[in-house]
């Protein structure tokens, strides 16, 4: 399995935004639902948001809409992530991952590729 490739993540002020990419190759990846999702220290994974593959619909997490917004370019294998109007509470680690259901919290089931390194979003106050 191909591992995904994230970066983009950074340090920002409260307020600011950040946009983050995920690379998978590989033929496949427009035939996947795609999802970020993220860890902050001490917390559990969480979903974020998920993009069906067709890019058309998109899910989020109720922590995140309005703010954050999920696309994908399927000719390249990319899938970016805009996230605004930050909060200390989305310092996190952020992840990518394909699977093949997107639910409407924002969360991917059936997760089928390895999880990557992840691109680190630390947002102060």
């Known amino acids: 399995q191909v591992q995904p490739v994230e970066s983009g993540g950074g340090s920002v002020q409260a307020g600011g935004s950040l946009s983050l990419s995920c690379r998978i190759p590989g033929a496949t990846f427009s035939t996947y639902e795609m999802a970020w999702f993220r860890q902050a220290p001490g917390k559990e994974l969480e979903g974020v948001a998920c993009?069906?593959?067709?890019?058309?619909?998109?899910y989020y997490a109720e922590t995140v809409k309005g703010r954050f917004t999920i696309s994908r370019d399927n000719a390249n294998n990319t899938l970016s992530l805009h996230l605004a109007s930050l909060t200390t509470e989305d310092t996190a680690m952020y992840y990518c991952?394909?699977?093949?259901?997107?639910?409407?919290?924002?969360?991917?089931?059936?997760?089928?590729?390895?999880w990557g390194q992840g691109t680190q979003v630390t947002v102060s106050s």
């Open positions: 991952a394909r699977g093949t259901a997107c639910i409407a919290d924002g969360r991917l089931l059936r997760i089928t590729s390895p």
């Open positions: 993009i069906m593959r067709s890019g058309i619909s998109t």
